[in-house]
């Protein structure tokens, strides 16, 4: 059975001194973040396997672009990150400190 949610939130670069690429992301926290949270819990409850760095496995849509993709835990604000792929960017016309609606299948 699967869940879906919808936000909107700026898209931003991580970006490292040492790495020679950056990444863009979405960060999904408050009620959105909250809700992929008990999914995930119930699932490791029903006997679910646990996926690597407590990711989640979602379908993510912006705009007319569609990829499968997982969400990955935030330590510094408690919700998810979502990778936004170069393809994704460009297809949409996005670029860091746009806000972004992204609907979340999981």
């Known amino acids: 059975m699967s869940e879906s949610i919808e936000t909107t939130t700026a898209l931003w670069i991580w970006s490292n001194g ?4 950056s990444w863009h992301f979405l960060t999904i926290d408050g009620d959105a973040a909250d809700a992929i949270r008990a999914t995930a819990l ?5 006997g679910g396997q646990r996926r690597g760095w407590g990711s989640i496995r979602v379908t993510a849509t912006v705009g007319d672009s569609c990829w499968q993709t997982s969400v990955f835990p935030s330590k510094e604000n408690g919700g ?10 460009k ?3 996005l670029i860091a400190g746009d806000e972004v ?3 979340l299948v999981y």
């Open 80 to 89: 998810y990150l979502l990778p936004v792929k170069a393809a994704v960017r």
């Open 18 to 21: 040492e790495a020679p690429a």
């Open 91 to 93: 297809a949409e016309g």
């Open 42 to 46: 119930m699932r490791r409850l029903e």
């Open 101 to 103: 609606t992204v609907r």
